[in-house]
Nanobody, 116 residues
Framework: QVQLQESGPGLVKPSQTVSPTCTVS??????????WAWIRQAPGKGLEWMGS???????AISPSLGSRISISRDTSKNQFTLQLRSVTPEDTAVYYC????????WGPGTQVTVSS
């Protein structure tokens, strides 16, 4: 089974970039039939899908975040990284990486606080 682990800075200043990395084990980012995603949950709000990509690297991005977000992958390290630019305190959330195929897997999440 796929296991996921988020990592990265937990405190980011406004106008800077939230950039968690997801490390994948038990599966490959290049395996056909898998989609890999970033999902977040802000305080008092529901889960928000941010973006995802498949084995070929083709990416889908949330329209509400499209101007600020990018997702990159490093297949040699089996890692993928979110970059959410120009952040505000409204971007404070727990950020999760997610894998979807026939089954789904979640990382435990990483808290990112945007504050000056």
């Amino acid at each position: 089974q796929v296991q996921l682990q988020e990592s990265g800075p937990g405190l980011v200043k406004p106008s800077q970039t939230v950039s968690p990395t997801c490390t994948v084990s038990g599966g490959s980012l290049t395996t056909s039939g898998y989609w890999w995603a970033w999902i977040r949950q802000a305080p008092g709000k529901g889960l928000e899908w941010m973006g995802s990509f498949g084995a070929t690297g083709a990416t889908a991005i949330s329209p509400s975040l499209g101007s600020r977000i990018s997702i990159s992958r490093d297949t040699s390290k089996n890692q993928f990284t979110l970059q959410l630019r120009s952040v505000t305190p409204e971007d404070t959330a727990v950020y999760y990486c997610h894998a979807h195929s026939i089954r789904t897997s979640w990382g435990p999440g990483t808290q990112v606080t945007v504050s000056s």
